[in-house]
C-alpha cells in the first residue's frame, strides 16, 4: 500500500526565515501523483501543487519551491522568507489508484507550521 | 472561481442520531470523495463516487455510512446512528478528471457526537 510520511511534527520558526517541509513517500506505481495541501487554523484544506512522477522539474511559485527527487521519494516544499499568514498544517498527499481504477489521495500525518513574528 | 460548498460547517448531534452532511461539488466534476480527519490528526479517505456508485471505500465505511447524489447536484453522507469516535472534519472533494487533475477540497463540516 502507498504511504506517505511527513516526519516533521511540528516546526516553529521567525519570520522571514526559510523552512523546508519533508516529505517521503512510497508507491509501487510506476504512474502516481504527489501533492501539497495547506491547512489554514480555520481549517480547509487548500491545494497549493500537484506533481507527476514523469516530471522532476523542480517548481518555484513566489515563496514557495517544490524539490521532487524520485531517486529518494521525496517531494519537499520549502517556503521563503516565511511570513506569519504561512502558519498551517501542511500535507503532502499520494494520489492511489485501486486495481478498479479509482483514485484516492492517500495524506501524511501533517506537518504543524508556526511561523512567529 | 468555481468552488466545493458544504453544509452544515458545525453540527452538533446526539449519539445514535443520524445526520446527513451536505456537499455540492464543482459542476463540471465528475469524481466525488468524502475523507475524514478527527482532531489533530491526518486526513483519512472515505469513500469515492463516480457514474451514481461508489467506485471504492475504506474499512472506516462501514454499513453505518452511506453515499447519495440525489439530485445531479448535491452530494450527501449520511452516518445513520453515529457515535462519539464519528466525531471529526469530514471534507467532501471533486475532480474533473482522474490522473494528473488536482482534488478540490470543501471547507468542511465539523461533526461534534455528544
Known amino acids: 500500500a502507498q504511504k506517505v510520511t511527513q516526519a516533521q511534527t511540528e516546526i516553529s520558526v521567525v519570520e522571514k526565515e526559510d523552512v523546508t517541509l519533508d516529505c517521503v513517500y512510497e508507491t509501487r506505481d510506476t504512474t502516481y501523483y504527489l501533492f501539497w495541501y495547506k491547512q489554514p487554523p480555520s481549517g480547509e484544506l487548500v491545494f497549493l501543487i500537484r506533481r507527476n512522477s514523469f516530471d522532476e522539474q523542480n517548481e518555484i511559485s513566489g515563496r514557495y519551491s517544490w524539490n521532487f527527487q524520485k531517486s529518494t521519494s521525496s517531494f519537499n516544499f520549502t517556503i521563503t522568507a516565511s511570513q506569519v499568514v504561512d502558519s498551517a498544517v501542511y500535507f503532502c498527499a499520494l494520489s492511489e489508484v485501486s486495481q478498479g481504477g479509482s483514485e484516492k489521495l492517500v495524506f501524511g500525518k501533517g506537518t504543524k507550521l508556526t511561523v512567529n513574528p | 472561481e468555481p468552488e466545493v460548498t458544504q453544509t452544515p460547517s458545525h453540527q452538533v448531534t446526539q449519539m445514535g442520531q443520524e445526520v446527513i452532511l451536505r456537499c455540492v461539488p464543482i459542476?463540471?466534476?465528475?469524481?466525488f470523495y468524502w475523507y475524514r480527519q478527527i482532531l489533530g490528526q491526518k486526513v483519512e479517505f472515505l469513500v469515492s463516487f463516480y457514474n451514481n456508485e461508489i467506485s471504492e471505500k475504506s474499512e472506516i465505511f462501514d454499513d453505518q455510512f452511506s453515499v447519495e447524489r440525489p439530485d445531479g447536484s448535491n452530494f450527501t453522507l449520511k452516518i445513520r446512528s453515529t457515535k462519539l469516535e464519528d466525531s471529526a472534519m469530514y471534507f467532501c472533494?471533486?475532480?474533473?478528471?482522474?490522473?494528473?487533475?488536482?482534488?478540490?477540497f470543501g471547507q468542511g463540516t465539523r461533526l461534534t457526537v455528544v
Open positions: 459542476s463540471n466534476h465528475l469524481y
Open positions: 472533494a471533486s475532480k474533473k478528471l482522474t490522473g494528473y487533475s488536482e482534488a478540490f
